[in-house]
T-cell receptor, first 112, second 113 residues
């Protein structure tokens, strides 16, 4: 049982480049989330989804877009990467009836 | 704005000691207060959680104390072990509305032999 899988695990981008992070979960969870983790700032919610075809903004959505075309996948896109987006990105999922979030192992992104 | 404040930022204790990590929240609509444990290179994992209808919850060596009137909650680790060395995050959320969690800034705990 893989749980929540994130790809890629590491990526280096140049300023202005675009990329997509993929999150896949095999637990049939309704809700999915993208957080970013920065030193001294904890985890901050970027976007989330409460079901297939839905997305909503979190605390720090600017510069990111998301899509949830299939229930098991949640994509995070950066259209024009900036150095301020250098971070570790975590995807999480939730069954929808409890508060527990299940996290992936993270994707470390560096923007030069 | 930071809705969940966590302290201390780092903590070093001796094996067998009882580290205590504190959190304070502002939003009285929060009704779910979990603690997550994170090891280097891994994602956070749920350790223990409490709802505001109880003042304390124990699971093994981990205890959450909750003070609703003060809007504070804390994590105690009894008989701490080197294997407990990790980063701990408190969080707060409201059931429904996406089950979103607001996290504290984290506490790096080191348990020395």
């Amino acid at each position: 049982n893989a749980g929540v899988t994130q790809t890629p695990k590491f990526r280096v981008l140049k300023t202005g480049q675009s990329m997509t992070l993929l999150c896949a979960q095999d637990m049939n969870h309704e809700y999915m989330y993208w957080y970013r983790q920065d030193p001294g700032m904890g985890l901050r919610l970027i976007h989330y989804s409460v079901g297939e075809g839905t997305t909503a903004k979190g605390e720090v959505p600017d510069g990111y877009n998301v899509s949830r075309l299939k229930k098991q996948n949640f994509l995070l896109g950066l259209e024009s990467a900036a150095p301020s987006q250098t971070s570790v990105y975590f995807c999480a999922s939730n069954r929808g009836n409890t508060g527990e979030l299940f996290f992936g192992e993270g994707s470390r992104l560096t923007v030069l | 704005q930071q809705q969940v404040k966590q302290s201390p930022q780092s903590l070093i204790v001796q094996k067998g000691g009882i580290p205590i990590i504190n959190c304070a929240y502002e939003n009285t609509a929060f009704d779910y207060f979990p603690w997550y444990q994170q090891f280097p290179g891994k994602g956070p994992a749920l350790l223990i959680a409490i709802r505001p209808d109880v003042s304390e919850k124990k699971e093994g060596r981990f205890t959450i104390s909750f003070n609703k009137s003060a809007k504070q909650f804390s994590l105690h680790i009894m008989d701490s072990q080197p294997g407990d060395s990790a980063t701990y995050f408190c969080a707060a959320g409201r059931t429904g509305g996406g089950n979103k969690l607001t996290f504290g800034t984290g506490t790096q705990l080191k348990v020395e032999l």
